[in-house]
């Protein structure tokens, strides 16, 4: 046994000691002020040590990686989904394709709960739930040739249960892409600065393909200098093209943007991996990571205090303004991604194991990737923790609860038992250069505002514009790179199931059926997406309400196949380390899923919230958010729609569950009649 460094111990300790500290003043502290710089330490000392310890635990102990393997991306490099890619370009995709929206939105809208409840779960649950299925899923795909989470289900749970997972997986793709388009879209409307920024990425990311694949091989802290270079110049020239003349030309209305967004899916997917798509995700990366260790710094640097209670009464009443319902489970279904996501387990069943160089580094991108998203997530939270609780209430309730006026949101932020005067609202709007902040609901904007805060108290208060926009479109950039490599899984996932039926479409390289697959997937969401943005209560908004349950569903089937392969090949013993992560997700969610369908509140209940619109239709009435009696009748379909979807995805989730408990119990019982599908032993001739 190696002997420990006293170094290595001291340094260790230090750590531990700064996250520890931090963890008692959040959770001692209740009428004193707390500053956010002590969640960020508790945040970043835990990360540390569960990178160091358990991560290399799961992955040398538990999953027993092999250097010495050659990986799908060696076996079956074709230069176009199957690629050995440098694990720092690679670790930069995986993280851009995982960081949607989530990070950013989820733990803003929980913040009405109090930012104690939303700090302990996403760095508790992304430390044992969502690093751990990300790092696992990413490991035994890659040794299944790169296979999806639905077919790895299919194929080593059985038909029955594995066509549930396929179906409930990809129809929860849909959805989930539809709803990060959404988000872009409604980013991008009205920011010509945003679209020139993010335009100018694509022709840098084909630049930085060419030049690793072509021009210079193997090059990659030198063309990641360059395309830093170019991606800060097309920053500051899109604040001058929103300036100028040419603000117009790249002002598009949300219809046009549908239209791109559709296009860019489509050609994301189908191109080689190496000339966009990856070089793309990386290029993001640098300012993703780049904003949030700089918000880090700006939060050390002004110590700027959590003025949102540790814990608020909506977390036991359940009548939050913002969304409705208890702290459990609710907060766990708002937080997914930077906690636990199952979005991320189709990325990590998808693009990213066709191009890891060596199993051995999974650990960093699986596991290192997510933590680095639970960053993002604490650093949201943080942004709407140091806001005022009134400010905030006011963004992110809608206009039927806080009203149209300053004077009638400050009158209803009151009766939330906050403060903020019509003059103080008036004025938060004025300093970001917007006409109005109520009802801007989503996340998004609130986000904007703390990040708007923090830097501003750095460089100057006559900055606060520049950073609220700057931080919009930052976000829209977050999001987009998870919707192209979103799609290219969906692709993935429907080659796969076709694969069953027609044998060409196993080769997911096969011309034909990538075209017709990336076409069927960019058409199913880009349709949602088209007429959600012509109908405010139709198309992708119609299923927006199920979207962190259906992501967290997700996550149950991941785990659920990861635990089922812990057991079959011999792991046994490790197998609490998804299977209690598991059995938290099916409660949480099975909960939540329940409490939508059958709840009597028809602020939580879907069929409830149906009965109500229903009976005002027959009293001719009309309730808010509809506005006509066309929108009454529509509302009374979505939330049919919704609940009869959410029942019938908890069913599939179910079925999926109970198959693979069967195979676990008859594998314990004769291990000798188990099959395994792993891809048989081939030693790796690459060096990295």
Request: a neutral charge; charged letters at 15%.
């Amino acid at each position: 046994m190696r002997r420990a460094d006293p170094r290595s111990i001291v340094v260790w300790s230090l750590v531990a000691l700064a996250g520890a500290t931090g963890w008692t003043v959040l959770a001692l502290a209740r009428e004193e002020e707390v500053s956010a710089a002590w969640m960020v330490a508790a945040a970043l000392g835990s990360y540390a040590i569960a990178y160091r310890f358990y991560s290399k635990f799961v992955a040398h102990r538990v999953l027993e990686v092999d250097g010495t393997r050659a990986t799908p991306a060696e076996r079956l490099d074709d230069g176009i989904d199957f690629h050995p890619t440098d694990r720092r370009v690679l670790l930069g995709h995986h993280f851009a394709a995982i960081a949607g929206a989530g990070p950013l939105v989820g733990p803003v809208l929980a913040a009405q709960m109090g930012y104690l409840p939303g700090t302990i779960w996403i760095i508790v649950g992304v430390i044992f739930a969502g690093a751990v299925q990300d790092m696992v899923v990413l490991f035994f795909s890659t040794r299944r040739d790169g296979r999806s989470l639905g077919q790895m289900a299919r194929e080593e749970i059985g038909p029955f249960g594995g066509a549930a997972a396929l179906l409930a997986a990809f129809a929860i793709m849909i959805i989930l892409l539809g709803v990060l388009a959404l988000v872009i879209v409604n980013a991008l409307a009205a920011s010509p600065w945003g679209t020139f920024s993010i335009a100018m990425t694509l022709p840098i990311a084909l630049f930085m393909g060419f030049y690793l694949r072509v021009l210079r091989p193997g090059r990659v802290s030198e063309v990641s200098l360059i395309g830093v270079a170019l991606l800060l110049a097309a920053l500051v020239a899109g604040r001058r093209v929103a300036e100028s003349s040419l603000a117009d030309t790249f002002t598009l209305a949300p219809s046009t943007l549908v239209i791109w967004l559709v296009a860019y899916g489509f050609i994301a997917s189908i191109l080689p991996v190496w000339m966009l798509l990856a070089p793309r995700d990386y290029l993001s990366t640098f300012m993703k990571v780049g904003t949030i260790l700089l918000l880090a710094l700006g939060v050390v640097i002004t110590l700027p205090t959590l003025r949102m209670d540790p814990v608020t009464d909506f977390a036991s009443r359940g009548d939050g303004p913002v969304f409705a319902g208890s702290l459990f489970p609710f907060v766990f279904i708002t937080i997914a991604c930077g906690a636990l996501s199952g979005f991320h387990a189709l990325i990590s069943s998808g693009t990213t194991p066709k191009m890891i160089q060596k199993e051995t580094q999974v650990r960093m991108i699986g596991y290192g990737s997510m933590l680095m998203e639970s960053a993002v997530a604490i650093m949201a939270l943080v942004a709407a923790s140091i806001i005022d609780p009134g400010l905030y209430f006011a963004m992110n309730a809608p206009a039927g609860v806080v009203g149209d006026t300053v004077q009638e949101a400050s009158k209803a932020v009151a009766g939330f038992g906050y403060s903020l005067s019509p003059a103080d609202l008036a004025q938060a709007a004025k300093d970001v250069e917007e006409s109005s902040l109520l009802s801007r609901t989503g996340g998004a904007p609130t986000l904007a505002v703390g990040v708007s805060e923090i830097f501003s108290q750095v460089t100057g208060g006559s900055l606060r514009a520049f950073w609220y926009h700057f931080a919009i479109m930052f976000e829209a950039l977050f999001i987009l790179t998870a919707l192209d490599a979103g799609t290219r899984v969906g692709r993935f996932m429907l080659q796969d199931m076709l694969g069953n039926v027609c044998e060409p479409f196993k080769r997911v390289s096969w011309k034909p059926g990538l075209v017709l697959t990336s076409a069927a997937v960019t058409g199913l969401w880009g349709y949602f997406l088209w007429v959600g943005v012509h109908e405010p209560l139709g198309g992708i908004n119609q299923l927006f309400p199920v979207f962190g349950i259906a992501n967290q569903l997700l996550a149950a089937v991941a785990l659920t196949v990861c635990t089922t392969l812990l057991v079959k090949s011999g792991r046994l013993k490790w197998a609490w380390i998804t299977g209690v992560p598991l059995a938290w997700d099916v409660t949480v969610t099975l909960t939540a899923s329940w409490q939508k369908v059958f709840s009597g509140d028809p602020r939580v209940g879907f069929f409830t919230q149906r009965s109500r619109y229903r009976d005002a239709i027959e009293e001719g009435r009309i309730l808010p958010p509809a506005k006509t009696m066309d929108d009454m009748h529509t509302v009374v379909t979505n939330s049919t729609v919704d609940g009869v979807l959410s029942a019938v995805l908890a069913l599939l989730v179910v079925v999926v569950i109970v198959d693979a408990a069967r195979v676990c119990v008859r594998h314990v019982r004769d291990p000798a009649a188990t099959a395994l599908h792993e891809a048989p032993y081939v030693e790796s001739k690459l060096t990295v």
